[in-house]
């Protein structure tokens, strides 16, 4: 019944190490989106993907790799994780058309906490 | 630079009262204006949104007002139950990918 998974949600890893969050929408979305929480609770979009196309890479370092295999589907991989690293990760997923249409639903958020 | 100011951080209300959250954005080319609930743990869930052509809506005990000219916004929750409690952020979108950019987010106490 979940419209928006992620896993895992919770996340603990060293600096260094290498992690994957995994999203799935099963509302039928063409577009998903990839937000950062900080510990201030300030939202922040990192990726936008529409039809498996990148249409959105703000300011994030490039240890950030987004992958969408399909519509339905939007990983994040990151590489060598640091300590600023540490938020909660949030999907979420819209439809683009029509363009009346507008909410973004949201996932539950990975918490990732890097030591 | 944040293009979504909100205000203000915290806000404490009575159980009845009036709970009254502000943002100001500067980018003309914002065209829909939401505004986000988000209990702990969980992810936000749009609450209620407006667009600019529009200059109140009203949803339950929930209403924004919406002034163009000033570049406001504000969300106003009527007769606050505690179950309001909750960290409120208001967003505006732009661009073709309908790119939310977020305000710094109100945590609501609501005291019973």
């Known amino acids: 019944d979940t419209a928006v998974s992620q896993t895992p949600k919770y996340l603990v890893t060293q600096m260094g190490n290498d992690k994957s969050i995994k999203c799935e929408q099963n509302l039928g979305h063409d577009t998903m989106y990839w937000y950062k929480q900080d510990s201030k609770k300030f939202l922040k979009i990192m990726f936008s993907y529409n039809n498996k196309e990148l249409i959105i890479n703000e300011t994030v370092p490039n240890r950030f790799s987004p992958k969408s295999p399909d519509k339905a589907h939007l990983n994040l991989h990151i590489n060598s994780l640091e300590l600023g690293d540490s938020a909660v990760y949030f999907c979420?997923?819209?439809?683009?058309?029509?363009?009346?249409?507008?909410?973004?639903?949201f996932g539950p958020g990975t918490r990732l906490t890097v030591t | 630079q944040q293009q979504v100011k909100q205000s203000p951080q915290s806000l404490i209300v009575q159980k009845g009262g009036i709970s009254i959250i502000n943002c100001a954005y500067e980018?003309?080319?914002?065209?829909?204006f939401p505004w986000y609930q988000q209990f702990p743990g969980k992810g936000p869930a749009l609450l209620i949104a407006i667009r600019p052509d529009v200059s109140e809506k009203k949803e339950g005990r929930f209403t924004i007002s919406f002034n163009k000219s000033a570049k406001q916004f504000s969300l106003h929750i009527m007769d606050s139950q505690p179950g309001d409690s909750a960290t409120y952020f208001c967003a505006a979108r732009t661009g073709s990918a309908r790119q939310l950019t977020f305000g710094s987010g109100t945590q609501l106490t609501v005291l019973p």
């Open positions: 979420a997923s819209t439809k683009q058309w029509p363009r009346r249409s507008h909410e973004q639903y």
């Open positions: 980018n003309t080319a914002f065209d829909y």
